[in-house]
């Protein structure tokens, strides 16, 4: 099956720095990779996804990029506020429609 | 509202007494899956359910049971729980579709096993 790398697994930045948040996967035939944030004792919720078929996305802060060759994804938050404190976790999704997540990120934004 | 809904949020039990979490969703999705949340090891998927009558394990289904008699419901049975099995849970649904679809978490159980 699929196999999701995520890194770093924790990761602090100051107020208005960038963000970045690397993920691998190992099944060529994956086709959807979203991200989503868990605020703490929250659920997971989506921010943002994107399918094989685009190489890159934005929405305001957030951004993601795909380079389908090497088979990895990032996720790329800039002018980081507080409030973007949490987990965030990669996920890829393929033939099957099931979701393999990766392990996490903790971002701490220090004001 | 849509909303995937989970009970009981909290629960300790002992071990081996037989126990449910219920998972109900309100949005029509053909898709339902349990996760259980671990430091250091993500979201791993427990099982999983693409339409009624359909489930199939994911990868750590050991200790667990599920069913899905009906389209909005899909709980989790652990019949004899174990310490190993204290963790957190979510349930999740999402609408079947060809390229990903977002997936919608409940609450969250956390399960101690004492």
């Known amino acids: 099956g699929e196999n999701v790398e995520q890194h770093p697994s924790t990761l602090s930045v100051q107020e208005g720095d960038s963000a970045v948040i690397k993920c691998t996967y190992s099944?060529?035939?994956?086709?959807?990779f979203p991200w989503y944030k868990q605020e703490l004792g929250k659920r997971p919720q989506l921010i943002i996804d994107i399918r094989s078929n685009v190489g890159e996305k934005k929405d305001q802060r957030i951004a993601v990029t795909l380079n389908k060759t090497a088979k990895h994804f990032s996720l790329h938050i800039t002018e980081t506020q507080p409030e973007d404190s949490a987990v965030y976790f990669c996920a890829a999704s393929g033939t099957g429609n099931q979701f393999y997540f990766g392990t996490g990120t903790s971002l701490t934004v220090i004001p | 509202e849509a909303q995937v809904t989970q009970n009981p949020r909290y629960l300790i039990t002992v071990t081996g007494k037989k126990l449910t979490v219920t998972c109900s969703q309100n949005m029509n999705h053909e898709y339902m899956s349990w996760y259980r949340q671990d430091p250091g090891l993500g979201l791993r998927q427990i099982y999983y359910s693409m339409n009624v009558e359909v489930t199939d394990k994911g990868d750590v289904p050991e200790g667990y049971k599920v069913s899905r008699k009906e389209k909005r419901n899909f709980p989790l049975i652990l019949e004899s729980p174990s310490p190993n099995q204290t963790s957190l849970y979510f349930c999740a649904s999402r609408a079947w579709g060809g390229f990903g679809t977002e997936a919608f978490f409940g609450q969250g159980t956390r399960l101690t096993v004492v």
């Open positions: 099944d060529s035939a994956s086709n959807y």
